[in-house]
């Protein structure tokens, strides 16, 4: 999957190229032409998040990720979900104060994926470690006003 900057990168660079191609076929000013890129600008962006709108619709579900080796890293987790189905993101939770892994994680997977990963992979070991896998708990909101 690609990411809204990437697409909305490649959608910028379409525009300057047409910009550049207007530019030199009708022989317009260099005025023209910057106006042309800096419109590109602001529609480059709407564009690029149109098109990852329809994966917005999908369903997704986060994963707790629990007894995770302090070794393991963010692409070994994503490639042992990403054979359940899509994965969305990986955060592996650190320390603040040493910077160093704490041992659980969060998943984010399309729905149906997370189901079969949470079915398939909790309670089964990887790399020497049984992994405890489950839907996250919805994270309570901080109330300002009880502050």
């Avoid at 994680?105 to 079969?116: I, K, T």
């Avoid at 790399?127 to 919805?138: C, D, G, I, S």
């Amino acid at each position: 999957m690609k990411s809204p900057q990437g697409l909305t990168f490649i959608v910028a660079v379409i525009f300057a190229v047409i910009a550049y191609i207007l530019s030199t076929v009708i022989g317009s000013s260099p005025e023209i032409t910057a106006v042309l890129v800096l419109v590109s600008t602001f529609i480059a962006p709407l564009i690029g998040s149109s098109t990852t709108a329809e994966s917005a619709d999908e369903e997704v579900k986060t994963l707790y990720v629990g007894n995770l080796p302090y070794r393991a890293n963010e692409s070994s987790i994503r490639e042992l979900f990403s054979e359940h189905g899509q994965v969305h993101s990986v955060r592996l939770m650190k320390d603040k104060h040493t910077g160093k892994r704490r041992g659980f994680g969060f998943v984010e997977m399309s729905a149906d994926a997370a189901d079969a990963a949470v079915s398939s992979l909790n309670d089964t070991e990887f790399q020497q470690r049984t992994l405890k896998v489950r839907e996250a708990k919805e994270r309570p909101e901080k109330n300002l006003e009880e502050e």
